[in-house]
């Protein structure tokens, strides 16, 4: 059950220190690599940077890193106790995303970060997140619809509460790529706290050093958000750019546009590629890229999905389901902290792919067995493309599966 709102984290967080300074980012879509871009830059520059970002990818604990490392799980079950604690004793009664909120602040006082990078979790006014004390610059990636449910059935409404970050005096670096629509609401909203919107660029020198044809045009998107945000927060006194290039151009952020080696549990040779895409305007995104980049020769593509229960998977499928494709549907597991996290049904999802044109003759049901879906996929798609997407859950096990089958695989050759 998610229940928004401030006064619990508030509670929750009196006791942790916060004298690390920070950029807080909410949006749709483009928030997880816009905080890896931003953390990845501090760190270049010699600022002692944590990042917490939302879902976790394989460990609960993976959301909270320090200089770019995932904290250590006896640190974070030490801050974790500390929150239970305070949470039991007070009867704050505080949610799974509040506790691991709040135990992310504790892991900052305690690692003595000069600067976190936070991304929001659902929405932003309301998001526990918000609840941050010193924050130097905000940002606002692109907005779609998604979770209506929570923040609003129009994208004006949904671009209201993601400003609710926003404070006073404190720049908003806005997403350039974002509707005539998101811009209004933003740049209004700042008129009435009283700060600046500031519209996301490189600028023409970083230009010349990292080609804007060596991105994805999301990926330059992101990265224009970042650096706008970075040069705005970092107050250093020589230019780093030396030392940004190579980070950014070697930054892979987990489960976005991600190749996957899965001979481990399938024998395939070829790479799969895994995204996390679960709304409307990620599926574009990964529908383009998958048109130029695997469908080149006008290859079938096959693909391994899953989602989260509420989510408009007609909408998403459309830009990537195509005639002769092939679909395996599957479920992913529970998500640990995080228990109002359902898995779609696999017949909901199979329904949608038939209903985007896949013919009946090319689907395939896998229920919750992630693993038969791989290797289903990899004998249906003969060496062609595979996609593995539609949700960030769905992620993780892939990424769990193929972490437990190299241990197995080290135990064994150990």
């Not at 395996?328 to 696999?346: L, N």
């Not at 896998?366 to 493309?385: E, F, H, I, K, Y």
Request: glycine share 8%.
């Amino acid at each position: 059950m998610i229940e928004l709102g401030l006064s619990r984290i508030s509670r929750l967080v009196r006791q942790t220190p916060q004298l690390w300074k920070a950029i807080h980012i909410a949006g749709t879509n483009g928030k997880g690599s816009i905080c890896a871009y931003l953390s990845a830059m501090l760190q270049a520059s010699g600022v002692r940077c944590g990042r917490y970002t939302s879902p976790h990818l394989i460990d609960r604990w993976d959301c909270i890193s320090i200089d770019q490392h995932p904290v250590h799980e006896s640190l974070f079950r030490q801050a974790e106790n500390t929150i239970l604690t305070r949470n039991r004793d007070e009867a704050i009664g505080a949610s799974e995303f509040e506790l691991l909120t709040a135990t992310a602040f504790e892991v900052f006082a305690y690692e003595n970060i000069d600067m976190g990078v936070i991304e929001v979790g659902l929405g932003g006014r309301l998001d526990a997140t918000n609840v941050i004390d010193n924050k130097v610059v905000t940002i606002i990636s692109k907005i779609g619809l998604d979770h209506q449910s929570f923040l609003g059935n129009t994208i004006e409404e949904i671009a209201r509460e993601k400003a609710g970050i926003m404070r006073p005096g404190v720049p908003c670096v806005l997403d350039e790529s974002n509707t005539p629509e998101v811009q209004r609401v933003v740049e209004k909203y700042a008129v009435e706290i009283g700060t600046d919107v500031i519209l996301s660029s490189t600028g023409s020198y970083f230009l010349d050093e990292l080609p804007q044809e060596d991105f994805e045009p999301h990926q330059w998107e992101n990265l224009s958000c970042a650096y706008t945000a970075f040069r705005l927060a970092y107050n250093g006194l020589e230019s780093p750019l030396h030392r940004l290039y190579p980070v950014i151009q070697n930054l892979n952020w987990p489960g976005r546009l991600q190749t996957l080696d899965t001979r481990s549990v399938t024998g395939r040779r070829e790479s799969v590629l895994l995204d996390g895409a679960h709304n409307v305007q990620s599926a574009e995104v990964l529908g383009s890229y998958v048109a130029r980049r695997l469908r080149a020769k006008g290859d079938k593509v096959t693909w391994v999905l899953g989602a989260s229960q509420g989510k408009e998977l007609d909408g998403i499928l459309a830009p990537l389901l195509r005639n002769g494709d092939c679909v395996a549907a599957t479920e992913f597991t529970a998500v640990d902290g995080m228990p109002w996290v359902q898995s779609m049904s696999t017949e909901g999802i199979l329904t949608a792919a038939t209903s985007s044109g896949v013919a009946t003759s090319q689907i395939h049901n896998s229920g919750a067995d992630l693993l038969d879906a791989m290797r289903w996929a990899t004998a249906v798609a003969a060496g062609g493309p595979v996609v593995i997407t539609g949700s960030l859950y769905l992620v993780s096990d892939v990424l769990r599966l193929l972490r437990n089958a190299e241990h197995i695989k080290s135990s064994l050759l150990g």
